[in-house]
């Protein structure tokens, strides 16, 4: 199947129910033959998981589609932006953006952006980065957020953005919403992280008109564990929305962070059955909680490596077995093939509301800021290529992202939170400065670079032998192999 075809067969199957099915499996087998099939550059088992991926965010599609409860308008959007711009390239500024980017600094421009645009929320979450209620809170107005948005779209051909903060649908300036941005860039999606108290009928007829947005509404669990770190009474307001997403069709997916207090639930099928199943939801991004700083409580919050390991099982089954479209950004590295950081091609930047261009949302370091630098005749272009991103860029190259077939263990992707000793050495440098004063304690702490070394020394020596029999397929007669509590059992 050309991908015009599979664009077509996409709308079809969007269009036809009588059809949907018979399509929607044509359309699975094109994804299977042209990821695993036709000898791909990947290991096989990453391939495997690609295809997985990407099968279950079709199968989540067309059961909200069938449900009734997710828009065909929105769903064609998606395919305008994802299939035709990515595979197709009908988009002509998209083609000539990246290639001219290409051209002029040697390599392609990242693939999308997080922007953090207000650090305003209406909530006080405990231990929340933002935790910000005051209108005094950082904002980055309006003008620059459009420049930001039009320069990304422009010069490096990005079609998707996501929306972080602080609670985006706070956010005001200049007489303008972030609803503004979203109708003016139409050619674009976003996908926002929300915490869903405040998208009433009005806010959700909205997002269902613009067609081009998605938001991700963060839980801790069910009502116990997400009232008691967000206050009373906000699970009941989340599955009101939720309810109100359906009704106007508008899909939606739930964020998660994963801690030490919540993993065991995260561990059980009911937590996922609950969204996927009886709430509808798209996908579900799992984040684990990344301490920075030296408190010893955020610390004590931090998945353990075990668990890491069980959470990683977990996604892998489900998966598999239940196609359930989900990512955990640290256990599901092979979906990207590694660290998605430091705006390197497929991946990101993040810019947070006082205008800091830092690598990742989980890395609070910067040396860029967009005032400074649209204010001074330079672009945001320019912080791709300080050699803080350069440094970045170097480590996951050398990691893997230039040897498909023997990456090293994509099972502990991440610069600064798997290596963090390497991360501090050899990536972040001298002029990279703190977001915040906690950023700037983790730095100075004896302690936090131990909590961080001795935590990677342990996912090492639990995911080794995972990475090499599974992936790089070293041993292939194991079956069985005993990390000190955890047992996993190998499939064939
Ligand atoms: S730095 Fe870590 S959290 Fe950020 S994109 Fe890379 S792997 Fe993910």
């Known amino acids: 199947m050309k991908p015009q075809v599979l664009s077509s067969t996409l709308i079809a199957m969007v269009n036809h129910k009588h059809l949907r099915k018979i ?18 550059e990947d290991l096989k088992e990453v391939a495997i998981k690609r295809y997985q ?19 065909p308008e929105i769903i064609k959007e998606i395919v305008n932006v994802f299939v035709q711009n990515n595979l197709i390239r009908e988009d002509q500024i998209y083609t000539q953006a990246v290639e001219k980017f290409k051209e002029k600094y040697g390599e ?40 930001v948005v039009g320069e990304v779209h422009d010069c490096w051909g990005v079609r998707f953005i996501t929306i972080s903060g602080g609670e985006p649908f706070t956010y005001k300036s200049e007489d303008k919403t972030l609803l503004d941005i979203y109708r003016k860039y139409n050619d674009m999606f976003f996908l926002v992280y929300t ?15 613009c067609a081009n947005v998605t938001p991700a509404i963060s839980v801790e669990g069910f009502e116990e564990e997400t009232d008691q770190r967000r206050g009373r009474g906000t699970f009941k307001k989340i599955l009101e929305t939720l309810e109100r997403l359906r009704n106007f069709g508008v899909p939606f997916g739930i964020s998660v962070t994963s801690t030490s207090k919540n993993v065991e639930l995260l561990l059980k099928d009911e937590f996922y059955d609950f969204f996927f199943e009886e709430q509808g939801a798209c996908y579900m991004w799992q984040f684990q909680l990344m301490p920075i700083g ?6 004590d919050l931090m998945v353990r490596p075990e668990q890491r390991l069980s959470l990683y099982r977990k996604w892998e089954k489900l ?12 256990n599901s590295g092979v979906l990207s093939r590694g660290c998605i950081a430091y705006g390197r091609s497929g991946g990101y930047a993040y810019i947070d509301w006082h205008g800091n261009v830092t690598p990742c949302a989980f890395i609070p370091y910067y040396v860029d800021n967009i005032y400074d630098l649209y204010n001074n005749g330079g672009t ?21 992202l230039d040897n498909w077939k023997k990456p090293e263990n994509w099972l502990m992707p ?31 702490s004896t302690e936090y670079l131990e909590v961080m070394k001795n935590y990677d020394q342990k996912l090492k020596s639990l995911t080794k032998r995972i990475w090499e029999i599974e992936y790089l397929n070293k041993d292939a007669t194991s079956s069985k192999i005993k990390y000190q509590n955890v047992n996993i059992n190998i499939r064939n």
């Not at 399509?23 to 791909?40: F, G």
């Not at 998966?319 to 640290?330: G, V």
């Not at 945001?380 to 893997?400: C, I, P």
Request: aromatic share 12%; hydrophobic share 35%; net charge neutral.
């Open 319 to 330: 998966l598999r077995e239940k196609r359930y479209c989900l990512a955990d950004f640290w």
């Open 53 to 71: 991926f990407l099968s279950a965010m079709l199968h989540c599609m067309i059961k909200n589609i069938d449900r009734g409860c997710v828009s």
């Open 380 to 400: 945001l272009t320019d912080a791709l290529f300080s050699d803080f991103m350069k440094n970045g860029r170097k480590w996951q190259r050398e990691y893997g």
């Open 414 to 444: 991440c610069s600064i939170r798997d290596h963090y000793e390497i991360f501090r050495n050899s990536v972040l440098p001298k002029n990279a400065k703190p977001e915040d004063e906690k950023a700037k304690e983790a730095l100075e």
């Open 195 to 209: 915490n869903g108290t405040i998208i009433n009928e009005q806010i959700a007829q909205s997002l269902a008109d």
């Open 108 to 147: 392609y421009p990242p693939t999308f952006i997080v922007f953090s645009p207000t650090q305003k929320c209406n909530l006080k979450c405990i231990g929340c980065y933002a935790n910000s209620t005051s209108d005094t809170s950082a904002t980055v107005p309006y003008c620059y957020v459009d420049k």
């Open 294 to 299: 030296r408190g010893k409580d955020e610390m």
């Open 23 to 40: 399509l929607a499996k044509k359309i699975d087998d094109y994804i299977y033959k042209s990821i695993v099939d036709n000898d791909s």
